[in-house]
């Protein structure tokens, strides 16, 4: 037997015919290492239920080895990550859903961060107005500390990415082509500049153009990816809605913002407010719907994001993080912080000054609510 | 004892101090003609749970009849009618609100029609948009049939009275003026318009003037009219919101017309829509939701005014209205209808032909749903 790569069963997995995400997810509950599906005996595979029968004879039957090892060298060359289901990397989130991807296609970092992320969402032929609100709640979530999720189309997913970056905050686009194939050609700049400060994500083999029938399937990642997706502009018929019906059967949030009564790029967010998505007209409405699934999360809060000044540092934050579910004493704020003293000292008094801290009797500090 | 016009006492119940609607509801359920409380002894009052101590007294005590003598010569030489809560033309709808008025003024004519109403209310400094959506609602909602409420105010009021009129409709103000007191004064040719094809209504004596006070009082009739509210602009501290506080707590469909993202007058439209009112696009959006409620009264049925072309005749809309809640035979409809059997035949085949109605087997016919 071949020794192979173990990527390479990984990529296969994209290569077997009949297999998708669900079929995915079945492997991935029988065998740790979802590749050992290669290996197995037809016996073995056949036992796994609902696993159809033409997955089974495509695993073992699975001969596109010399492509797959191409598209490993050009991977290589062109500097991509492959993130499998088991990795560590790979988006917790998107682990959950029912039909995940076996690995996905990584341009530019992920990071821990990024498992706080909304989507935005809308028309590629947005109004101005939509592409107004797209940048303003884009900014807005990014200085709540968001990562903001789209899928750089024209229009308003394009404003969303661009307006996160500026300010400053995480993007991730994901894509319905190759992870390195930017779409559409007018996006390459924006593409690049996500790839450097944010990250590209794909599930699609290297060289896959952009192809409609691939978008629905791209859209659940972006659903997939984030806590809750808002649809600024869509029209009735607008894959946007696809988006969210995604969202819904993944257990996210669905926002909409609305428009003007007869205006037909909104037809679609009011079709979605009417069946109970929940209308957006600030940030402050997105974060306010959020904040209880974050609640409780060590050293996530809403909170800190939200009151801390953009240009707080980063052991400012961890102090402030620490201080979220417990009241500590200094000693243990600067065993946990791994801080020096005179610095917790230092942060904790600008803290309380700053109204973020408050110290009770026993020098006992707690985050203030 | 001085035998008074019959109209005195009921103008009589205005003045008492301390007796508003909810008081006159428990002179209404203790007395068939609630204005034997004048003449009721102090003891008889008394009984009556609920019914505060100063009403018993101001009820005992009441002097003004000079005054109200003079107020009836007023109303005499005004044209301005007087609907005791007693009388058949009092609207149905208003009877069972917790407090309704003892009487109403009148200026123009109320009619059966008008119990198939649908108040429009909005912000006095509405923006264009907003005149223009209270506009199509207005003629949308008079197309099919229903009359439409609204208080006279500047902005989408007076839009919506104005195209209800304009498109044929019958449309009914609400002031919180006396009747005969038309406010604001840009406002008196679309005042007499009103008063000459549809009906001014107020509670309040001749000779009030509008005072901000009244308004709330009379916005729980504007809503009480109506079997639903429509808030096309509001601010977050509009008084349309105190409008739909009020629908609703009367049970009354409430409906708000979204607007752009961070337009300040649609705030108010907006905070109902996430609280629960249905977002209004177009006047579909209205009928739909209040169809149900019409369903399965003789003779009135939303499919019917809805479908039928405008120019149908009245035996045309009588036999498809007799077909809305059974199947019936030629000899059915044409004993109920009492039309001749040769028109009720060619009626039926026209309906047939058009789509309104199929034919089942046993010469069954039905209204298509």
Redesign the interface.
């Known amino acids: 037997m071949t020794v192979r790569d173990p990527y390479a069963y990984w990529l296969a997995f994209g290569r077997v015919k009949g297999l998708g995400g669900i079929g995915f997810k079945k492997l991935a509950a029988r065998f740790a290492d979802p590749t050992e599906a290669f290996l197995a005996s037809a016996a073995e595979l056949a036992q796994i239920e609902g696993l159809h029968r033409d997955v089974v004879d495509g695993l073992m039957k699975f001969s596109g080895w010399d492509d797959i090892e191409e598209e490993l060298r050009h991977i290589r060359d062109a500097g991509i990550e492959i993130l499998p289901f088991t990795s560590p990397a790979y988006p917790e989130r998107l682990r959950v859903i029912p039909d995940p991807p076996p690995l996905l296609y990584l341009k530019g970092q992920l990071c821990a961060e990024d498992d706080r992320a909304v989507a935005i969402v809308g028309s590629r032929s947005a109004s101005e107005?939509g592409r107004r609100?797209a940048r303003?709640l884009a900014r807005g979530l990014a200085s709540f500390g968001f990562t903001v999720v789209s899928g750089l189309a024209r229009g308003i997913d394009g404003a969303a990415h661009a307006s996160a970056l500026q300010a400053g905050g995480r993007t991730v686009a994901v894509l319905g082509s190759g992870v390195e194939r930017p779409y559409p050609p007018e996006h390459e700049e924006l593409y690049r500049r996500i790839s450097e400060h944010g990250a590209v994500l794909s599930e699609f083999p290297v060289g896959t153009r952009p192809m409609a029938f691939n978008f629905p399937a791209r859209n659940r990642l972006i659903s997939g990816l984030s806590l809750g997706v808002v649809v600024v502009e869509a029209t009735e018929k607008s894959g946007s809605l696809i988006t969210a019906a995604l969202a819904l059967e993944q257990g996210r949030e669905i926002f909409a913002?609305?428009?003007?009564?007869?205006a037909s790029r909104?037809?679609g967010a009011?079709r979605l407010?009417?069946e109970g998505a929940?209308?957006?007209?600030?940030v402050d409405?997105i974060v306010e719907e959020i904040a209880p699934q974050l609640m409780g999360r060590a050293g996530i809060s809403t909170q800190v994001a939200r009151v801390l000044p953009p240009d707080a540092g980063e052991n400012t934050r961890k102090i402030l993080a620490l201080l979220q579910d417990n009241s500590l004493q200094v000693d243990q704020l600067i065993e946990r912080s791994g801080l020096p003293a005179a610095q917790v000292l230092e942060i904790l008094l600008d803290l309380e000054l700053q109204g973020f801290v408050r110290q009770s009797p026993g020098k006992l500090y707690a985050a203030e609510r």
């Open positions: 107005y609100v303003d913002v609305p428009g003007e009564a007869g909104s037809r009011h407010i009417r929940k209308l957006v007209e600030t409405d």
